[in-house]
């Protein structure tokens, strides 16, 4: 029974590259967040998917940020143009999402760093 | 809006002492509150978790929780500290429903041997 996975685990870019962060989902689960986490800095909100669904993107960057959830494969979080301030290690967590109180499960995160 | 304060940033504290993190939300809606623990490197693990019922919350470890309505709070204490217990932990809290986390900033526990 395979936890949340996400890959790759380390990513470096130069500015201005494009980062592609994969997360695949606990077993049965449809649901899936994405959170980032700055040095020094707790876990902060950005998108929210269900399959073929973004259900909340209140906490993307308007610009270079975008979050997908297909029907087959993995969650792809695509960030186009990277800046040295996008560095971070990103989370994402899944949960079933039925009704009532579903626990959000974590992956080990990718650290991007940008150079 | 909910938000989440951790008032310690950094506690110290020797091997087999006992230890309390603290943590204070607000929000103007009933919530769900959470620890969760990050070891260096890692993910988040979950501690423990209120959502309804007793207001004292057993989790694993060791480690336990009291949420305090009247105060809204939601301190985690453990009567006896490991070296294995340092990390990050994070006080988290949500509303009631597949809403995402709101995390606080994170204290840091370094057990001293």
């Known amino acids: 029974n395979a936890g949340v996975m996400q890959n790759p685990r380390h990513l470096v870019r130069r500015r201005g590259q494009e980062a592609r962060l994969r997360c695949s989902p606990m077993?049965?689960?449809?649901?899936v967040y994405w959170y980032r986490q700055l040095p020094e800095e707790g876990l902060k909100f950005m998108v929210y998917l269900q399959k073929e669904n973004i259900i909340d993107e209140s906490g993307m960057p308007k610009e270079r940020f975008s979050a997908e959830f297909p029907k087959e494969g993995p969650s792809i979080l695509r960030i186009q143009q990277v800046v040295r301030g996008d560095s971070a290690a990103y989370f994402c967590?899944?949960?079933?999402?039925?009704?009532?109180?579903?626990?959000?499960?974590f992956g080990p995160g990718t650290r991007l760093t940008v150079l | 809006a909910q938000s989440v304060t951790q008032l310690d940033s950094q506690v110290p504290v020797f091997e087999e002492a006992p230890v309390e993190l603290r943590c204070n939300y607000s929000?103007?809606?009933?919530?769900?509150l959470f620890w969760y623990v990050q070891y260096p490197n890692q993910g988040l693990q979950l501690l423990l978790k209120y959502l309804s019922g007793s207001t004292l919350v057993k989790g694993i470890n060791g480690f336990e929780a009291e949420f305090n309505k009247s105060q809204t709070s939601f301190h985690l204490r453990k009567p006896s500290v490991h070296i294995s217990d340092t990390a990050e932990y994070f006080c988290a809290v949500t509303r009631v429903g597949n809403t995402p986390l709101v995390f606080g900033k994170g204290t840091r526990l370094s057990v001293i041997a």
């Open positions: 967590a899944s949960s079933r999402g039925t009704s009532g109180y579903n626990e959000q499960f």
């Open positions: 929000s103007s809606v009933s919530v769900y």
């Open positions: 077993k049965g689960h449809s649901h």
